[in-house]
């Protein structure tokens, strides 16, 4: 579906202008192989644009995770065309969509994968070495907020940690930098693990259930925060079965038997 940039001027912020797309999905597939086949996602088209804020629905079974594969360069259409960002990403090689979704792309889990025996600091600070960023003179990509300037860059590691504090003061939860993740409370864990995918400023943020472990205030906080975030220019796509999470968000599909339906 393509949607116009008077749409898109809902969302707040000196970004929100023009309409910039994020995400273009046209006509995309994906079987798997089966007896017969499974076709995951079924001729699914979806423009995503700089600063919306998607909620996906969908019963069990229906392609969710799919989907969230696939915009996460994480596999790959059957068929069909992927931009991200204006780059289309289907013909790109392995090494190429590893550095595309490294520059661009966040992700958050309902199980915050923070290591425990690392502080969260340290936690936030590990992004960056898992996606090949340690010499980190990358120009962030243009989403605001917690950008730090070149000379931390150059500081080396100080310079990632000065990030990763910038990234834990964004969300709220610079208090807790020096703490075990054990000692935080659920929602002070999520949002440290948005911490961690915010570090490189990525342009999307894909989360899978990200309230699914917290109970309703911690939930309300961590929407709070994507509101904020949303506010700054990124763009959010979060799969979700919780009605109050998909009622914040600004637009809602749901998908059936891999066909995404967008919903009023
Ligand atoms: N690797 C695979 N090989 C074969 N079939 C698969 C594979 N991955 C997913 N499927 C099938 O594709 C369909 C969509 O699966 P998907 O995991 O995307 O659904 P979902 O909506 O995320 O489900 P849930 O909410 O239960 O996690 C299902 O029928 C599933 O069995």
């Known amino acids: 579906?393509?949607?116009?940039?008077?749409?898109?001027?809902?969302?707040?912020?000196?970004?929100?202008?023009?309409?910039?797309?994020?995400?273009?999905?046209?006509?995309?597939?994906?079987?798997?192989p089966a007896q017969p086949p499974v076709r995951a996602l079924d001729r699914v088209t979806l423009r995503v644009d700089r600063g919306d804020y998607l909620a996906v629905a969908g019963p069990s079974g229906s392609g969710k995770s799919t989907l969230l594969n696939v915009l996460g360069l994480l596999d790959r259409p059957s068929s069909g065309s992927y931009r991200l960002d204006g780059t289309e990403t289907t013909a790109l090689r392995d090494?190429?969509?590893?550095?595309?979704?490294?520059?661009?792309?966040?992700?958050?889990?309902?199980?915050?994968?923070?290591?425990?025996?690392?502080?969260?600091?340290?936690?936030?600070?590990?992004?960056?070495v898992y996606r090949g960023?340690?010499?980190?003179?990358?120009?962030?990509?243009?989403s605001g907020g917690a950008a730090v300037g070149l000379r931390a860059v150059k500081q080396g590691r100080g310079g990632r940690r000065a990030r990763a504090k910038a990234a834990l003061e964004r969300v709220g939860v610079a208090h807790r930098a020096g703490f075990l993740p054990g000692l935080l409370s659920g929602g002070e864990r999520q949002?440290?693990?948005?911490a961690r995918a915010?570090?490189?400023?990525?342009?999307?943020?894909?989360?899978?259930?990200?309230?699914?472990?917290?109970?309703?205030?911690?939930?309300e906080a961590?929407?709070?925060?994507?509101?904020?975030?949303?506010?700054?220019?990124?763009?959010?796509?979060v799969i979700t079965h919780e009605r109050?999470?998909?009622?914040?968000?600004?637009?809602?599909?749901?998908?059936?038997d891999g066909v995404l339906v967008e919903e009023d």
């Open 1 to 32: 579906m393509s949607r116009s940039p008077a749409r898109s001027r809902r969302a707040t912020g000196w970004w929100s202008a023009v309409a910039e797309p994020v995400i273009e999905l046209a006509e995309v597939c994906r079987e798997f």
């Open 95 to 128: 090494g190429a969509r590893t550095r595309l979704r490294g520059d661009r792309i966040g992700f958050v889990f309902q199980s915050f994968h923070l290591l425990p025996h690392r502080s969260v600091v340290e936690n936030v600070m590990l992004a960056e």
């Open 133 to 142: 960023r340690k010499k980190a003179g990358i120009k962030p990509a243009d």
């Open 191 to 194: 949002r440290a693990a948005i």
């Open 198 to 219: 915010l570090m490189g400023e990525p342009s999307l943020l894909l989360c899978d259930e990200p309230t699914g472990n917290l109970d309703s205030r911690n939930t």
């Open 222 to 237: 961590v929407l709070g925060l994507f509101d904020e975030l949303r506010g700054q220019g990124l763009t959010i796509v």
């Open 244 to 256: 109050e999470v998909g009622a914040r968000a600004e637009r809602r599909v749901r998908i059936t």
